[in-house]
Structures are given as structure tokens and as C-alpha cells.
């Protein structure tokens, strides 16, 4: 990897040039045939807990370790795209949770926080991936999450609690033609509370089961795929490019979107691909700064794939977006004059693993100067005396004052003591009210112009197919009197 560095300064300048001429050609070939007609295909992208400022860092971060910037950056200079934001508010709160986000654009109805399509009197609503599916359309699921997680599900299932997994899990079938990423131990009988084994019921009703990198980058092109590459979350980028295991057996997300194109690209009557880059999110509740430039760049990679798929087309539409922010990410100014700001970001170049793997390689060292070593070695960062200290004391449950009470946790720890260095400040470890970015290519692209109802997304994507279903909402007014009926989520499990 460390070529990768000796030829930086040339490689900066060859690939932002020529991806930037790649895409002015494109939209100069392809300009406003695009924006007229009907949509055949939409490929909906989301990075999950995005903050605003994570694709700009983003940008910087892959200059810095892969000698280009961002994809996405390049997209947001083409003149052909529209650009937007999302409110992404829930019925029950300002901030909102995964669940309650993926059901707003997969239903048009705002709802509780840790429900999946499903109002707060109880009525179920119908998901888009069902109304598609039922007019001829292919539909598929790619995530970096467990495909039953929360992200995933809002476009296709129907669920009180988002936490129940193992009754998520037999909804996509048949609804779902292609499905990518995480989550075995829902389908698996071995697994499973209830012994079911849902691999081989998907297998009987005509899917085919994959659950290596290899056949997810084979020539294969089965008409329905079950793809299941880890028995959790598929492991964070950062992790996965340090590891010449997972590199063999774990498939990236760009490559199950190329996959899943091949796959869906051919249906007489056109899909919808719903991809997540869902560890986004993770790292961000971890204050993982490392990890999330892994897996934002990594999102980036299949943002790249799907507009190689639509720069052929005249008939899709691609929506990139985030679902809400989450601990609100930002490189502080660093040094006198904020000179030491680029300094310090560069450090999480040296990072070899994700904050998920972190703690188990602490919890061997003994004492201050153990953990001390541990860091420099994991992170190429050297904490001092008093910080080793404070992080030995939390790794035997002894955590030192902490006044922002979101980051009395190790990981909490971690992130603010590594921002000494690294440059990355946090408001805490959880989501944030934060509009998100909306940017728009192709057929009805102007949909998405301006502030855009989260709600809204549903039917506008509907119109633009020319399908339309109506489901039934409640008003904050309405939804007041079951307050005491709303579950209660725990934080999403990326610790």
C-alpha cells in the first residue's frame, strides 16, 4: 500500500482531471434528454449517518490515500445534476432513527423511531418494493449493514420493531429479487431462535444463495440472488482493506452493486435498487473518524459503479443522499492559524483497524504505557501520559469525568482523546436533526430540487414510474395520544 503514497501528488492531479472531462463529456452528450420522459429504472443511494461535512473530508481523505478525490465531489460539478436537501424529521421527534427515515421514502408516511412501516395505532402500511414489484419491476437490496436491518427493510418490509430481525428476514420473499450484504444468522437455521432454516426456503421459491466474494464477482447472472457475506454487519472498510482474509472472502460494496446492475439491468420492465453504505453510521456513533472515511470512500466506490450503469442509460434516475446525520463529524481548526489542520487529518491514513476492533486489542494491555503502545501501533497516533491513563482506567469500567454525558463510553473516550490529534471534534454519539444532502442525475432528476419532505420521495418516485398508491399518516396531533406505545430502540448496535 505504500506505493500508494510515493505517487500521490501525481496521481491528485490525473484523476480529478480526468474524472472531471469524464463527466463534462457525459453531460454534454447526454444533457437534457435526460430530465424528459418516463423513469424505467431508479437507483436510490444512501450513505447511512452522513454529515454534512463527511463527503467534503471524504474528498480530502482519498486524495490524501488513494491519489483521487471523491466521485461524488465530481458529480456535485456536473451541471446536469440537481441538488437538494432532505427533511428528514420522524412523527415523533426531530432526530430520527434509520427505521423511521427508510420507511418515510419507502412508505410517503412519517412514523415512531424504531418502527418499520407501520403507523403508531398500529395500521401497516404498503412498501414501495411491494407496489413495484406488483406493476413488473425487478427490486433489489444492497448494504453493508445486515440486509435486515433497518435501512434495507423500510423500502420492503412491514415491522412493529425494527429490532426484530428474524421476522424481517422471510418478508423480501418474492418481493425482493436481489438481495446483498450482511445478516446470516437471520436466515441460517443454526442460527435462528425459531431453527428456520430461511436460506434453503429462499433456494426452493428460486434464489440463488451466495455467501463468498467470489461468486458475487463471477460472471454468474441468476434471476433472484440471496447474498449473505457475513453473519452480522459486513466488516468496516478499514478493517476489511487490512485483512487479506476478508479482502478474499468479503465482497465491497461497490462490487455487490455491479453485481446487482447486471443483474437488474436487464429487466424487461425496468427495477428499483435500493444501496447502503450502512457503516457510515456505525463509525459515526463509535467517533470513529478513521472508519468513517474508509466507508464513506467505499461508498463513493459504488456511487462510481452506479453512474457507469445510468451514463448508458436514458431512462433511469440515480438519487444519492444520506438518511440523517450522526455525531455531527468536523476537522477543527488545528495549530496557530489553523495551520496544523491538514496535518492532523492526514494522521488517520496510519489507522489498521476500526474502532469495532480496537477494544479487543486494548483490553490486552496491563497498564498506561500498553495502551499507549497499542494505539501508536493500531492508530500510528502517540497519546500522552494522563490520556493512556484515563484509558486504562475506562478499559476496567473506571472512565474519568466526562460532562457530555453521550461520551461516558470507551468509545466516547476514544474519539475525544484522538481528536487531539486527528483533528475530528463530535457533538456526541448519536444522530442528529441535520437536513441531508440530495443530488439527482437523469429522468426526473428535478423532482429533487430544493428542501424535499422526506415523505415526499415515495410519491415522487411512484409518479415518475407511473404508478401511484396512497397510505395512510397521522399528524404529530394524532400520533400525541400513542406517545406511550412507541418502542424503545437501543442505540443501533455498533459497538
Given at each position: 500500500?505504500?506505493?500508494?503514497?510515493?505517487?500521490?501528488?501525481?496521481l491528485r492531479l490525473g484523476f480529478a482531471g480526468a474524472a472531471?472531462?469524464?463527466?463534462?463529456?457525459?453531460?454534454?452528450?447526454?444533457?437534457?434528454?435526460?430530465?424528459?420522459?418516463?423513469?424505467?429504472?431508479?437507483?436510490?443511494?444512501?450513505?447511512?449517518?452522513?454529515?454534512?461535512?463527511?463527503?467534503?473530508?471524504?474528498?480530502?481523505?482519498?486524495?490524501?490515500?488513494?491519489?483521487?478525490?471523491?466521485?461524488?465531489?465530481?458529480?456535485?460539478?456536473?451541471?446536469?445534476?440537481?441538488?437538494?436537501?432532505?427533511?428528514?424529521?420522524?412523527?415523533?421527534?426531530?432526530?430520527?432513527?434509520?427505521?423511521?427515515?427508510?420507511?418515510?421514502?419507502?412508505?410517503?408516511?412519517?412514523?415512531?423511531?424504531?418502527?418499520?412501516?407501520?403507523?403508531?395505532?398500529?395500521?401497516?402500511?404498503?412498501?414501495?418494493?411491494?407496489?413495484?414489484?406488483?406493476?413488473?419491476?425487478?427490486?433489489?437490496?444492497?448494504?453493508?449493514?445486515?440486509?435486515?436491518?433497518?435501512?434495507?427493510?423500510?423500502?420492503?418490509?412491514?415491522?412493529?420493531?425494527?429490532?426484530?430481525?428474524?421476522?424481517?428476514?422471510?418478508?423480501?420473499?418474492?418481493?425482493?429479487?436481489?438481495?446483498?450484504?450482511?445478516?446470516?444468522?437471520?436466515?441460517?437455521?443454526?442460527r435462528r431462535k425459531d431453527g428456520k432454516d430461511l436460506i434453503?426456503?429462499?433456494?426452493?421459491?428460486?434464489?440463488?444463495?451466495?455467501?463468498?466474494?467470489?461468486?458475487?464477482?463471477?460472471?454468474?447472472?441468476?434471476?433472484?440472488?440471496?447474498?449473505?457475506?457475513?453473519?452480522?454487519?459486513?466488516?468496516?472498510?478499514?478493517?476489511?482493506?487490512?485483512?487479506?482474509?476478508?479482502?478474499?472472502?468479503?465482497?465491497?460494496?461497490?462490487?455487490?452493486?455491479?453485481?446487482?446492475?447486471?443483474?437488474?439491468?436487464?429487466?424487461?420492465?425496468?427495477?428499483?435498487?435500493?444501496?447502503?453504505?450502512?457503516?457510515?453510521?456505525?463509525?459515526?456513533?463509535?467517533?470513529?473518524?478513521?472508519?468513517?472515511?474508509?466507508?464513506?470512500?467505499?461508498?463513493?466506490?459504488?456511487?462510481?459503479?452506479?453512474?457507469?450503469?445510468?451514463?448508458?442509460?436514458?431512462?433511469?434516475?440515480?438519487?444519492?443522499?444520506?438518511?440523517?446525520?450522526?455525531?455531527?463529524?468536523?476537522?477543527?481548526?488545528?495549530?496557530?492559524?489553523?495551520?496544523?489542520?491538514?496535518?492532523?487529518?492526514?494522521?488517520?491514513?496510519?489507522?489498521?483497524?476500526?474502532?469495532?476492533?480496537?477494544?479487543?486489542?486494548?483490553?490486552?494491555?496491563?497498564?498506561?504505557?500498553?495502551?499507549?503502545?497499542?494505539?501508536?501501533?493500531?492508530?500510528?497516533?502517540?497519546?500522552?501520559?494522563?490520556?493512556?491513563?484515563?484509558?486504562?482506567?475506562?478499559?476496567?469500567?473506571?472512565?474519568?469525568?466526562?460532562?457530555?454525558?453521550?461520551?461516558?463510553?470507551?468509545?466516547?473516550?476514544?474519539?475525544?482523546?484522538?481528536?487531539?490529534?486527528?483533528?475530528?471534534?463530535?457533538?456526541?454519539?448519536?444522530?442528529?436533526?441535520?437536513?441531508?444532502?440530495?443530488?439527482?442525475?437523469?429522468?426526473?432528476?428535478?423532482?429533487?430540487?430544493?428542501?424535499?419532505?422526506?415523505?415526499?420521495?415515495?410519491?415522487?418516485?411512484?409518479?415518475?414510474f407511473g404508478l401511484s398508491h396512497k397510505n395512510p399518516s397521522?399528524?404529530?396531533?394524532?400520533?400525541?395520544?400513542?406517545?406511550?406505545?412507541?418502542?424503545?430502540?437501543?442505540?443501533?448496535?455498533?459497538?
Amino acid at each position: 500500500m505504500n506505493d500508494r503514497y510515493t505517487r500521490r501528488e501525481v496521481l491528485r492531479l490525473g484523476f480529478a482531471g480526468a474524472a472531471g472531462l469524464a463527466l463534462n463529456k457525459l453531460a454534454s452528450a447526454q444533457s437534457r434528454r435526460r430530465s424528459q420522459g418516463r423513469v424505467k429504472n431508479i437507483i436510490f443511494m444512501v450513505s447511512d449517518g452522513m454529515s454534512a461535512a463527511v463527503p467534503s473530508l471524504a474528498d480530502e481523505f482519498g486524495k490524501l490515500v488513494r491519489g483521487k478525490g471523491s466521485f461524488w465531489y465530481q458529480l456535485l460539478q456536473n451541471p446536469e445534476a440537481t441538488l437538494g436537501f432532505f427533511d428528514m424529521a420522524s412523527l415523533n421527534s426531530l432526530v430520527t432513527d434509520s427505521a423511521s427515515a427508510s420507511s418515510s421514502w419507502g412508505s410517503g408516511s412519517r412514523i415512531f423511531n424504531g418502527q418499520i412501516n407501520v403507523l403508531p395505532d398500529g395500521t401497516r402500511l404498503t412498501p414501495i418494493a411491494q407496489i413495484v414489484k406488483q406493476a413488473g419491476k425487478k427490486v433489489g437490496l444492497v448494504t453493508t449493514t445486515r440486509i435486515t436491518h433497518a435501512t434495507p427493510a423500510g423500502f420492503a418490509a412491514v415491522q412493529p420493531r425494527r429490532d426484530d430481525e428474524d421476522d424481517i428476514a422471510p418478508q423480501y420473499l418474492n418481493v425482493v429479487d436481489v438481495l446483498m450484504g450482511g445478516g446470516l444468522r437471520h436466515y441460517a437455521a443454526n442460527r435462528r431462535k425459531d431453527g428456520k432454516d430461511l436460506i434453503k426456503t429462499y433456494q426452493d421459491a428460486g434464489y440463488t444463495f451466495w455467501n463468498t466474494r467470489a461468486q458475487a464477482i463471477s460472471a454468474a447472472r441468476p434471476e433472484k440472488v440471496l447474498g449473505l457475506f457475513y453473519d452480522s454487519h459486513v466488516p468496516y472498510t478499514v478493517d476489511h482493506i487490512n485483512s487479506d482474509e476478508l479482502r478474499r472472502n468479503v465482497p465491497t460494496l461497490a462490487e455487490m452493486t455491479r453485481k446487482a446492475l447486471e443483474i437488474l439491468g436487464d429487466a424487461p420492465n425496468g427495477f428499483l435498487l435500493q444501496v447502503e453504505g450502512g457503516r457510515v453510521d456505525h463509525a459515526a456513533h463509535g467517533n470513529d473518524a478513521a472508519g468513517i472515511m474508509w466507508d464513506q470512500l467505499a461508498f463513493d466506490d459504488a456511487v462510481e459503479v452506479a453512474y457507469e450503469f445510468f451514463a448508458k442509460r436514458n431512462d433511469t434516475l440515480l438519487i444519492i443522499t444520506s438518511d440523517h446525520g450522526n455525531s455531527n463529524p468536523g476537522l477543527n481548526g488545528m495549530g496557530g492559524e489553523y495551520e496544523a489542520s491538514n496535518k492532523a487529518m492526514a494522521m488517520l491514513q496510519y489507522a489498521k483497524c476500526s474502532f469495532e476492533e480496537l477494544p479487543n486489542k486494548l483490553r490486552s494491555a496491563s497498564n498506561a504505557d500498553d495502551v499507549r503502545a497499542v494505539i501508536k501501533d493500531q492508530l500510528g497516533i502517540e497519546i500522552n501520559g494522563e490520556e493512556a491513563n484515563a484509558l486504562a482506567g475506562a478499559l476496567r469500567g473506571n472512565l474519568p469525568p466526562i460532562w457530555n454525558r453521550q461520551h461516558r463510553n470507551l468509545q466516547g473516550l476514544l474519539g475525544q482523546i484522538l481528536s487531539n490529534y486527528n483533528g475530528y471534534g463530535w457533538t456526541g454519539t448519536s444522530h442528529t436533526a441535520d437536513y441531508t444532502w440530495i443530488t439527482a442525475l437523469g429522468v426526473g432528476r428535478e423532482e429533487f430540487h430544493g428542501l424535499v419532505r422526506n415523505t415526499d420521495a415515495f410519491y415522487k418516485m411512484l409518479k415518475l414510474f407511473g404508478l401511484s398508491h396512497k397510505n395512510p399518516s397521522m399528524t404529530p396531533e394524532e400520533a400525541r395520544r400513542y406517545m406511550s406505545l412507541a418502542p424503545r430502540i437501543r442505540t443501533e448496535d455498533w459497538a
